[in-house]
Structures are given as C-alpha cells and as structure tokens.
C-alpha cells in the first residue's frame, strides 16, 4: 500500500501536523520545514516541465539529494527527527523511485503540511 494517495494526502498532512504540534507538542519552527520545502519546491518546478509518466535521472538524483539533506537537519533537531518521522518523508521519497504522480503528490504533501503547520499555530522563526 502506498504511503500518499491522492484522495487522502492533505487530510495525512492535517492529521500529522495535528499530531505533533497538538498532541506531542513538538516545537517545529516554520523555517525548519519551509527549508524542506524550499528544496522540493525547486525539484517540483522542474519535474511540471517534463513530459511523460517517468521522470528523468537528473531528478531522481536531486530527490536523493534532498533526502540527503533532510537527514542532515534530521541529526541537528529533535523537532525536525520528529516530523520527519511522523510525516514519514524518508518512506514518501523511497517511494517515488521513478514515478512523476509520486513526485507531484509528494511536493503537495510538503506543502500540505506547512500549510496546517501554520493552521496549527506552529511557531514562526
């Protein structure tokens, strides 16, 4: 079973940041996860320029990067361990290997979930 699906990956985003900032209060800043997003986003203009069902080499190459990356921020935060763990991002990006709906779903799961960061009053900084 895959770990986004398109009818239910904003409500996964809501229930995760519901989670983590409601009910284990974890102190995720909105610069950590919109650095994240920052990344994806870059990746995420490219790949609506390509054409067809698979994405290029280059792509998958920069999707390792940015998971590279988040395990970088991962070893510096507990709050940013924390997130990525709920939200699973290390298991949504194994995931896509090749696959351009995977990837699209997954930079709209990023950015579902700084929205309900926000929505969830996350603290700013």
């Not at 895959?2 to 909105?30: D, G, H, R, W």
């Not at 990067?65 to 997130?83: P, S």
Request: hydrophobic share 40%; net charge neutral.
């Amino acid at each position: 079973m895959a770990i986004l699906e398109k009818l239910t990956y904003v409500k996964q985003a809501e229930s995760v940041m519901e989670n983590l900032l409601k009910k284990m209060n974890v102190k995720l800043t909105t610069s950590k996860i919109r650095n994240i997003l920052s990344m994806i986003s870059e990746i995420y203009n490219d790949v609506v320029l390509e054409i067809g069902e698979k994405i290029s080499v280059d792509l998958q190459e920069r999707i390792q990067y940015v998971k590279m990356r988040i395990a970088y921020e991962v070893g510096r935060e507990i709050a940013v361990k924390d997130f990525v763990r709920e939200a699973k991002l290390f298991e949504c990006i194994d995931e896509i290997k090749d696959s351009r709906e995977k990837l699209v779903m997954f930079c709209n799961y990023m950015e579902s979930l700084v929205a309900y960061h926000k929505y969830y009053g996350g603290k700013e900084i």
